[in-house]
């Protein structure tokens, strides 16, 4: 008898062959596949192999299937901040992964901040630890190999530089943890975590963890310690309890001798990272005295405004004016991080302004004076001050009695028109310039001065003076152009230098510096230069379609889609407009939530670490242009880094109507 047809889906009954002689045949239903992967589990974060195992899981799971996750709510892609859709949409629009951080970022997921520490709690600790996972890149081992035919699903993540294997998901994982955990845990608890779980691993393995899961979990730390320090470098300076905690965990891990024998690559790099990093401890004895560093705009010095930038921090000491209601002034040295208390005395210190008085009603109070002559005072307990004044600002000390009068420096509201430098330098050399000293300070900024500046509030006040000194530049670059334009007296000159500036944001933009770039086009969008009707008639053709091209380039519509389109497509080294970047991070912060009922959103730490990752990715590759350093280029070095600029919007107002009393 001829073997059967297989029967189908439908039951349809099939014709069998005929059994073997003595043996009883019975047909096997086909095995069902296997349950879906069960929910995200609630345990604690272990190093490398939990990270594995939590970034695998919450891959497959959906965000609803979560614990404690609400159903997906989806508003509209791509929508501009407070423009309807609700705070999912919100996080949607400026999410650099798109649909999954629309799915899940409103809700945080089933973790916990103690549950996402590295050590956890002993409690938390499973009586059968799960199998070994097989062998990945996560940690850098040299033993522990990639699987070759285990390709990853997820995409490699692009971030520019470091040694982490970020194209791994756990390490993509440890990263988000590492740049974002301070929102939820802080630093000092961090570490401490870290170095429970490091003497809890060698504390002879208790009896319910398998064969040399001890090491393992030491080869974790080591790992979460050596990406926690290439990430933090220089800040861990200003972070004297954190120094502390790295140095015990540090002798720790160098006098484990069997660490030291599996892993001697590791060990050596931790030597040299620690030693890079040159760790502060408070009962230490102090470092020698630093060199002090000029903050630009408060002293026009050609030898300072020269050098090569270097970034701040907040216990770097610098110079700075305090100046009196007569407008005579002292120089005070005192510490960028400094409060406003200290500045106060240090300035009754140089006045021998007496403790009796201090104590009257005739204590000295800190303002900021503008040039348009607005008046703030600052509280006693504020923090680096300095590098948040305004362009034209100055500090003033003075009594409560004298506060109403005060007025602006005479210099910064005097307006001598005359030929300025601009006039007699090639376009090329002043964007190329601008281009050097903005790519200075940009890599100035360490990656999580972006998130203590959006974040400071749920994670206390840290010192973000790089990133604030280059919104100002942006500031005063702003300014500049309507300076210029509108101290230039002839219309036949105006029209050639609003042709050249025009230009310079080519060139600019050429050189990749957008952040220049879009300085320029809004400055000349300022509306005391767009309504010199005459001004812009004389501009040939050519400059007024390539400035038509540049505004819609910068065009707010579709939450920046034409300037994000042509930054994609762009390659490093480059530099962003920082503004922007500012405002998808706060957009990320208002649209959802960190904490909810002790849970920790980490869907939403995963889209702020992506795009500081792309910040890390702007920066990965040097900067190389060809300046010349004869001694006319010096000169143009000198100006661009020491723009005089008017940002008094009355008083460019007032010289708009002079230049052209019937313009639009």
């Not at 892609?77 to 705070?87: F, H, L, N, V």
């Not at 009586?127 to 490699?156: D, N, V």
């Not at 050519?542 to 939450?559: A, G, I, V």
């Not at 190389?624 to 919007?649: E, G």
């Amino acid at each position: 008898m001829p073997l059967g047809v297989p029967a189908g889906r439908g039951g349809t009954r099939r014709r069998r062959a005929p059994p073997l002689s003595g043996a009883r045949t019975r047909t096997e239903p086909p095995p069902r596949p296997a349950p879906p992967a069960p929910p995200w589990p609630r345990e604690a974060l272990r190093g490398h192999e939990a990270a594995e195992k939590i970034a695998e899981e919450a891959r497959l799971a959906p965000a609803a299937a979560l614990p404690g996750n609400a159903p997906p709510q989806r508003g509209p892609p791509g929508g501009a901040p407070g423009a309807g859709g609700g705070a999912k949409a919100g996080v949607g629009a400026a999410s650099p992964r798109g649909s999954r951080c629309r799915r899940a970022a409103g809700s945080p997921s089933a973790l916990s901040p103690s549950e996402l520490s590295p050590g956890g709690d002993r409690a938390a600790l499973s009586p059968e630890p799960p199998p070994p996972p097989p062998p990945r890149c996560c940690c850098r081992c040299p033993r522990r190999a990639r699987a070759p035919s285990a390709p990853s699903r997820r995409p490699r993540t692009a971030a520019g530089g470091g040694g982490h294997g970020r194209g791994c998901r756990a390490d993509s994982l440890l990263d988000d943890i590492v740049l974002t955990h301070s929102l939820f845990l802080p630093t000092e608890l961090f570490l401490q975590q870290l170095h429970q779980h490091f003497v809890l691993a060698g504390d002879g393995s208790p009896p319910r963890w398998e064969e040399g899961s001890g090491l393992r979990r030491k080869r974790a730390v080591l790992a979460v310690l050596l990406h926690f320090l290439e990430t933090y470098k220089g800040l861990l300076q200003e972070e004297e309890s954190a120094g502390k905690v790295i140095k015990e965990l540090y002798l720790l891990i160098m006098k484990d001798a069997s660490l030291y024998h599996e892993l001697e690559d590791e060990i050596l790099k931790l030597h040299q990272l620690v030693e890079t990093v040159e760790l502060k401890v408070p009962d230490e004895a102090p470092p020698p005295s630093k060199q002090v560093k000029p903050l630009f705009r408060h002293f026009r010095r050609i030898d300072a405004c020269l050098q090569t930038r270097v970034a701040f921090r907040g216990s770097d000491e610098i110079f700075c004016r305090v100046y009196m209601p007569d407008h005579s002034y002292v120089t005070i040295r005192s510490r960028l991080s400094a409060s406003v208390q200290d500045i106060l005395a240090s300035v009754s210190e140089k006045l021998q302004y007496s403790e009796e008085q201090s104590a009257r009603d005739d204590a000295l109070i800190l303002v900021t004076v503008a040039s348009s002559g607005e008046k703030a005072v600052l509280q006693p307990s504020e923090e680096c001050v300095f590098t948040t004044l305004g362009i034209n600002s100055h500090l003033f000390a003075c009594t409560r009695e004298t506060f109403e009068s005060l007025v602006p420096l005479p210099e910064e509201i005097q307006v001598v028109p005359g030929d300025s430098e601009i006039h007699r330098v090639e376009p090329e050399d002043i964007a190329n310039h601008l281009t050097a000293f903005h790519w200075e300070l940009f890599r100035c900024i360490h990656e999580l001065e972006f998130v203590d500046y959006v974040f400071h509030g749920e994670r206390g006040r840290r010192e973000t003076a790089n990133l604030e000194l280059l919104l100002q530049r942006c500031s005063e670059v702003q300014h500049w152009v309507g300076t210029e334009l509108l101290l230039c007296e002839s219309l036949g000159r105006r029209a050639h230098l609003l042709k050249k500036l025009i230009k310079i944001a080519a060139i600019c933009k050429q050189n990749q510096d957008m952040l220049s770039f879009y300085a320029i086009i809004i400055g000349l969008n300022n509306a005391a230069i767009s309504r010199l009707r005459l001004t812009w008639e004389k501009l040939p053709g050519k400059f007024k379609n390539l400035f038509r091209k540049f505004e819609n380039l910068t065009d707010p519509c579709r939450n920046h889609k034409t300037y994000r389109e042509v930054l994609a497509k762009m390659k490093p080294p480059l530099i962003p407009f920082i503004p922007l970047i500012l405002k998808d991070l706060t957009f990320l912060h208002e649209g959802s939530k960190t904490l909810l009922d002790g849970l920790v959103n980490v869907e939403k730490l995963h889209c702020i670490a992506e795009k500081v990752r792309t910040i890390r990715k702007y920066r990965s590759r040097p900067l190389c242009l060809d300046l010349d350093p004869s001694p006319s280029q010096l000169q143009t070095k000198a100006y661009v880094r020491q723009l005089q600029v008017i940002d008094n919007q009355n008083l460019l107002f007032e010289l708009s109507f002079k230049l052209e009393p019937g313009g639009q």
